[in-house]
């Protein structure tokens, strides 16, 4: 009989190898793949829904959550139909091989950029590399300025942080530069935006790195 510890590297490994095709794929028809990670209630679908109305490139959109498609819906109901859902019905993370299915079923014709949303949560997406181009950790003002440092994984792994509803400083405590600081101990060359999907504050300098990473 398997260990649990044989299982899970078992697991990963499988993940590595399907993570590694995904990879291949993206490069060779020109689709650059972001993970965008961060807690409930971040802003995730949120930051999705203002590329649907003000991001001027291609893309399609996958949304992971434990149960239900309502965030891939508010995606749809924006105005972009190139959205799709993966329940994982209690995983706490997208795996490799989920996406691997969802884009046999995707129009991939003209795809420039796809934009993942991981399953809510700052642990377990940060371990399952799903052949992506760019991981990006989402913060959000209420969530707190130790997250960083309580939940090191992500942001060891991310390119790019986004501190969301920055609209909402100076209603609560956060020490922004404390968190910046965090960030980039884990990370020397990470990239940090502050942005608010309500006000779009932000958008215009996180769309410009996108660009330029995907050339
Ligand atoms: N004030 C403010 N609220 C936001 C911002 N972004 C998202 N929200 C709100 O935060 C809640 C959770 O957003 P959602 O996009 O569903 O988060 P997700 O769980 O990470 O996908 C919703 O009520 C949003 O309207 C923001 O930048 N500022
Ligand atoms: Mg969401």
Redesign the pocket.
């Known amino acids: 009989m398997k260990t649990k510890k044989q299982l899970n590297l078992s697991a990963q490994e499988t993940n590595k190898l399907i993570a590694a095709e995904n990879r291949k794929f993206f490069s060779e028809n020109g689709i650059f793949a972001v993970n965008i990670i961060?807690s409930?209630?971040?802003?995730?679908?949120?930051i999705l829904e203002y590329i649907v109305n003000h991001f001027d490139g291609n893309f399609a959109v996958i949304v992971g959550d434990v149960k239900t498609a309502l965030?891939s819906d508010r995606i749809i109901q924006s105005g972009h139909k190139n959205a799709y859902a993966i329940e994982t019905g209690g995983g706490c993370h997208l795996t490799a091989n989920m996406i691997s299915q969802t884009l046999e079923e995707m129009d991939i014709k003209n795809m420039d950029y796809l934009f993942i949303?991981n399953v809510?949560n700052l642990v377990c997406p940060s371990s399952f590399d799903l052949g992506e181009n760019l991981k990006i950790a989402?913060l959000?003002i209420p969530e707190g300025d130790e997250k960083v440092r309580k939940y090191p994984s992500l942001f060891l792994r991310a390119a790019a942080v986004i501190i969301?509803?920055?609209?909402?400083l100076g209603l609560m405590d956060y020490d922004i530069k404390r968190v910046k600081s965090d960030c980039l101990a884990h990370n020397p060359n990470v990239k940090i935006f502050e942005?608010?999907?309500?006000t779009g504050k932000g958008f215009d300098q996180w769309f410009q790195f996108l660009k330029e990473q995907r050339k």
């Open positions: 961060g409930p209630g971040c802003g995730k679908t949120s965030d949303e809510g989402v959000s969301n509803k920055i609209d909402l942005t608010s999907a309500k």
